[in-house]
């Protein structure tokens, strides 16, 4: 059931047939309203005192005398309240994503930095980590990881370093399985590389 049924199921129970007194359905509204509220501070959702239609909300809910009016009010409400876990979803998301890459780009160079490394770093599960790289970046862990290394690699390449040194540098243990990695990234040989950009 959607947020938007439940709130219309609740609002419908003070209809006219059931005989509800005034009081008691401004009491409802009160307790539905500070249940939103204080949902949104236990979540850390924002959620400002102009919610709904740009109007002070505590101040509209007071002025409600029909139930049409509060599911109304709640409706806009509600939609606040999603439209506000949604941005604060994506604003850990990003702060997530920056964490991630932050630690990849800090640790590209140990030989040993692997998927579940990087998942007690950073205090996520690696299935979590794939999703906010995937969704963000459209890339996985390895593609990242790659990428930064031959980044720092075609640097390092510029330098009077061997091909061997580079390697080992920029996290690879094997100088054979570097070049591998490097020409099917970028078409050519680090020596081929460097032989371009001198």
Do not use: W
Request: glycine content about 4%.
């Amino acid at each position: 059931m959607t947020a938007t049924a439940i709130v219309k199921r609740m609002v419908s129970k003070f209809d006219k047939e059931n005989n509800v007194s005034s009081r008691e359905f401004k009491n409802f509204t009160f307790q539905l309203f500070s249940m939103i509220s204080d949902l949104s501070l236990r979540f850390n959702i924002e959620m400002t005192g102009k919610a709904v239609h740009g109007e002070d909300a505590l101040q509209i809910l007071t002025e409600v005398k029909t139930v049409k009016g509060a599911e109304l009010f709640f409706l806009g409400l509600v939609e606040t309240f999603c439209l506000g876990a949604y941005k604060s979803r994506k604003d850990l998301e990003r702060y997530y994503l920056k964490k991630i890459t932050g630690c990849i780009d800090e640790n590209f160079q140990d030989k040993l930095f692997f998927m579940d490394v990087l998942s007690e770093k950073v205090n996520l599960s690696s299935s979590y980590i794939y999703k906010i790289l995937k969704e963000n970046q459209d890339k996985t862990f390895v593609d990242y990881l790659t990428e930064k290394r031959l980044e720092e690699a075609s640097k390092l390449l510029g330098t009077h370093m061997k091909v061997q040194e580079v390697a080992a540098a920029v996290g690879y243990s094997s100088a054979k399985y570097f070049i591998k990695v490097f020409k099917k990234h970028k078409g050519y040989t680090p020596s081929k590389h460097r032989m371009i950009n001198v």
